[in-house]
């Protein structure tokens, strides 16, 4: 009997070595009495191929083979012969074999109507571990062998269901293998399927490998070893299911030990992983904290962990509330492609995806911008210049739930610049700038190769005063008749209690309006603030009619020219407060019953804290 044991199969994609040759170990039994021959030749022209060392255990009846300097390409056909047995091992390659991990958008949910003709050059090692030509549905876990991959009884009926419901599915694996064809110079693509959908990194664990098909990570590296070949490199989607719960606290270390794990198991130290961060989710879940969590740990991956690069995702086209479509692996695959055109094949010139190098507020003429944030974004490896589908849109103001503000109202994009404008009422400088808020954001900037920008949480802004409070709490005078001469305006008595009323206004601005709306007049206001030491402090003030304003009973400001509406910030003063309490008078008029009111802020410098004493 001739039997080939292990160490090649038919349709196998060898993995080439830096050198451009594979090797392979083959192991043959044979109990013939005849002499074993073994030789590799193309199936194009018959010439010979490579060069076999061959050592016998003749009391086993094993004989082992050691292909070496087999170049890339093919199709090779290996020959095995002994006495009259002969075994031909057909449609062989060499070229790159990669990974393809994690859950349902790598295993490929998106809807295709008409799956596209195979390419001979591109081969896929499917979950039942028999390598074929590449074409969707890549991933049947019902055909693994593996308890694993599938619940209760795997008879054939519930395999043939389970392929039957995965008809018309495609994941980005075969879009990438195309794309990979094209920078390669028609390198054949070679691609492990294991991943299975709805699973999370504890699935994933590496602690239970020795459980071997029992366990996703067992299963996975059971697959791999069957090929009898190094990787490429792993392409690898996953992180919904860990978007919940207790789960993103400790999602950055389960990866990190994961892709350690893989690259000692394949003794690959330096293997290239691409990682897919998490897109759009539409659902009526109202906390997205877990989700942004994943998205946000998932970019820093690529800054903590050699030989990894994250791709943006938030942009792709879904087939449902989840799931990536047709459209959108295709434009995944090449993403996933440039990467490993860059980590694998070293084509420096394929930058990293988009990354923020800062943010800062630009400050200008204060008439024309008070009451604007302007923050320019400045990018790197934005190849080709930032572009966008129609409106650009995606960076958002969000409060401290994680909601979005809708204060920016233009987005504009220069080369690997992004400027933003956004109206400033106030609260603008206690919000955090981010891009992709909340789950199913719109997101439309990409770079000029199709590389988007990835989801950024909390973006750290230059010259935004991140400190300050606008001054709400006020004991105010009633309406009183406008004044002759406004600038010449005397303190008010204080001291007549019945005049005056305690009242706490919304941020940002002391407002009137509603109670003398169409009424014509004037109003005082008092407030007391608190400095626990001597600080420099700036105020910040906003009005819409005649304003004045005293600090410890002594003007500091005043402009009979007010700006409808009502500019918060439009001016600046910079003021000395000496440790203790300080008193602040404020006197406005309503311009002829047309004017809302004014705004104070109080800035301070950094943990150097000023607060409002209640009156």
Same mark, same amino acid.
């Given at each position: 009997?001739?039997?080939?044991?292990?160490?090649?199969?038919?349709?196998?994609?060898?993995?080439?070595?830096?050198?451009?040759?594979?090797?392979?170990?083959?192991?043959?039994?044979?109990?013939?009495?005849?002499?074993?021959?073994?030789?590799?030749?193309?199936?194009?022209?018959?010439?010979?191929?490579?060069?076999?060392?061959?050592?016998?255990?003749?009391?086993?009846?094993?004989?082992?083979?050691?292909?070496?300097?087999?170049?890339?390409?093919?199709?090779?056909?290996?020959?095995?012969?002994?006495?009259?047995?002969?075994?031909?091992?057909?449609?062989?390659?060499?070229?790159?074999?990669?990974?393809?991990?994690?859950?349902?958008?790598?295993?490929?949910?998106?809807?295709?109507?008409?799956?596209?003709?195979?390419?001979?050059?591109?081969?896929?090692?499917?979950?039942?571990?028999?390598?074929?030509?590449?074409?969707?549905?890549?991933?049947?876990?019902?055909?693994?062998?593996?308890?694993?991959?599938?619940?209760?009884?795997?008879?054939?009926?519930?395999?043939?269901?389970?392929?039957?419901?995965?008809?018309?599915?495609?994941?980005?694996?075969?879009?990438?293998?195309?794309?990979?064809? +094209?920078?390669?110079? #028609?390198?054949?693509?070679? =691609?492990?399927? /294991?991943? *299975?959908?709805?699973?999370?990194? @504890?699935?994933? $664990?590496?602690?239970?490998?020795?459980?071997?098909?029992?366990?996703?990570?067992?299963?996975?590296?059971?697959?791999?070893?069957?090929?009898?070949?190094?990787?490429?490199?792993?392409?690898?989607?996953?992180?919904?299911?860990?978007?919940?719960?207790?789960?993103?606290?400790?999602?950055?270390?389960?990866?990190?030990?994961?892709?350690?794990?893989?690259?000692?198991?394949?003794?690959?130290?330096?293997?290239?992983?691409?990682?897919?961060?998490?897109?759009?989710?539409?659902?009526?879940?109202?906390?997205?904290?877990?989700? +942004?969590?994943?998205? #946000?740990?998932?970019?820093? =991956?690529?800054? /903590?962990? *050699?030989?990894?690069?994250?791709? @943006?995702?938030? $942009?792709?086209?879904?087939?449902?509330?989840?799931?990536?479509?047709?459209?959108?692996?295709?434009?995944?695959?090449?993403?996933?492609?440039?990467?490993?055109?860059?980590?694998?094949?070293?084509?420096?010139?394929?930058?990293?995806?988009?990354?923020?190098?800062?943010?800062?507020?630009?400050?200008?003429?204060?008439?024309?911008?008070?009451?604007?944030?302007?923050?320019?974004?400045?990018?790197?490896?934005?190849?080709?210049?930032?572009?966008?589908?129609?409106?650009?849109?995606?960076?958002?103001?969000?409060?401290?739930?994680?909601?979005?503000?809708?204060?920016?109202?233009?987005?504009?994009?220069?080369?690997?610049?992004?400027?933003?404008?956004?109206?400033?009422?106030?609260?603008?400088?206690?919000?955090?700038?981010?891009?992709?808020?909340?789950?199913?954001?719109?997101?439309?900037?990409?770079?000029?190769?199709?590389?988007?920008?990835?989801?950024?949480?909390?973006?750290?802004?230059?010259?935004?005063?991140?400190?300050?409070?606008?001054?709400?709490?006020?004991?105010?005078?009633?309406?009183?008749?406008?004044?002759?001469?406004?600038?010449?305006?005397?303190?008010?008595?204080?001291?007549?209690?019945?005049?005056?009323?305690?009242?706490?206004?919304?941020?940002?601005?002391?407002?009137?309006?509603?109670?003398?709306?169409?009424?014509?007049?004037?109003?005082?206001?008092?407030?007391?603030?608190?400095?626990?030491?001597?600080?420099?402090?700036?105020?910040?003030?906003?009005?819409?009619?005649?304003?004045?304003?005293?600090?410890?009973?002594?003007?500091?400001?005043?402009?009979?020219?007010?700006?409808?509406?009502?500019?918060?910030?439009?001016?600046?003063?910079?003021?000395?407060?000496?440790?203790?309490?300080?008193?602040?008078?404020?006197?406005?008029?309503?311009?002829?019953?047309?004017?809302?009111?004014?705004?104070?802020?109080?800035?301070?410098?950094?943990?150097?804290?000023?607060?409002?004493?209640?009156?």
């Amino acid at each position: 009997m001739l039997k080939i044991i292990s160490g090649i199969a038919e349709g196998q994609v060898l993995q080439r070595r830096d050198d451009g040759f594979a090797v392979a170990e083959i192991k043959v039994f044979s109990d013939s009495a005849g002499k074993l021959s073994i030789f590799m030749r193309r199936q194009d022209n018959g010439s010979r191929a490579g060069r076999f060392v061959v050592s016998v255990d003749r009391k086993s009846c094993l004989f082992n083979a050691i292909l070496s300097e087999l170049p890339v390409g093919g199709p090779y056909e290996l020959c095995v012969s002994a006495g009259p047995e002969k075994i031909h091992v057909k449609d062989i390659y060499v070229g790159d074999v990669w990974l393809l991990g994690g859950q349902s958008n790598m295993e490929g949910v998106g809807r295709m109507a008409k799956p596209g003709r195979p390419n001979p050059l591109i081969r896929a090692f499917y979950m039942d571990r028999v390598w074929r030509l590449a074409k969707e549905p890549l991933h049947v876990p019902t055909d693994s062998p593996n308890q694993v991959h599938y619940s209760g009884i795997n008879t054939s009926k519930a395999r043939e269901r389970w392929r039957e419901l995965s008809k018309g599915r495609c994941g980005s694996g075969i879009f990438f293998s195309m794309e990979m064809l +094209k920078r390669s110079g #028609n390198v054949p693509q070679g =691609l492990i399927c /294991t991943a *299975h959908g709805g699973t999370s990194m @504890s699935d994933w $664990d590496p602690a239970l490998r020795n459980k071997n098909g029992k366990s996703l990570y067992g299963s996975m590296l059971m697959s791999w070893r069957a090929t009898g070949q190094p990787l490429a490199g792993v392409l690898w989607y996953q992180g919904e299911n860990d978007a919940s719960g207790d789960a993103p606290k400790s999602y950055s270390e389960r990866m990190a030990r994961f892709i350690k794990a893989i690259r000692r198991d394949v003794k690959q130290p330096r293997l290239p992983f691409i990682l897919a961060q998490l897109g759009r989710y539409h659902t009526e879940d109202s906390d997205p904290s877990g989700w +942004k969590s994943i998205q #946000n740990q998932q970019l820093m =991956l690529a800054k /903590t962990i *050699h030989d990894l690069e994250c791709v @943006s995702t938030i $942009d792709l086209e879904l087939d449902d509330c989840i799931h990536i479509g047709l459209a959108g692996h295709r434009r995944l695959g090449v993403r996933f492609a440039r990467m490993a055109d860059r980590l694998v094949y070293g084509n420096k010139k394929e930058l990293p995806p988009p990354q923020l190098i800062s943010a800062k507020r630009i400050k200008g003429n204060r008439h024309l911008e008070h009451g604007i944030v302007v923050v320019e974004l400045l990018f790197k490896n934005s190849v080709g210049g930032f572009r966008s589908s129609g409106t650009p849109c995606g960076f958002a103001f969000v409060d401290e739930k994680g909601v979005e503000v809708p204060v920016i109202y233009k987005t504009t994009l220069e080369g690997n610049l992004v400027r933003i404008e956004a109206m400033n009422r106030g609260k603008l400088l206690s919000y955090d700038l981010v891009y992709g808020a909340g789950f199913a954001p719109r997101c439309s900037i990409t770079d000029g190769r199709d590389m988007a920008l990835p989801v950024m949480d909390k973006i750290k802004i230059e010259n935004m005063e991140q400190d300050g409070f606008f001054v709400l709490d006020w004991m105010v005078s009633d309406l009183l008749p406008s004044p002759s001469d406004f600038l010449s305006l005397p303190l008010p008595d204080m001291t007549i209690a019945k005049t005056f009323s305690k009242r706490v206004f919304k941020a940002p601005f002391f407002n009137l309006s509603g109670e003398v709306a169409g009424r014509s007049g004037m109003v005082y206001g008092m407030a007391k603030i608190e400095a626990p030491q001597d600080i420099d402090a700036k105020f910040f003030i906003g009005y819409d009619g005649p304003f004045k304003l005293w600090l410890d009973r002594k003007p500091i400001f005043q402009d009979m020219e007010g700006l409808n509406p009502i500019i918060i910030d439009v001016h600046e003063l910079c003021v000395r407060l000496s440790k203790g309490i300080h008193e602040i008078v404020a006197a406005y008029d309503n311009n002829n019953g047309m004017g809302w009111g004014f705004a104070l802020r109080i800035s301070y410098p950094k943990k150097k804290k000023c607060k409002q004493v209640i009156s």
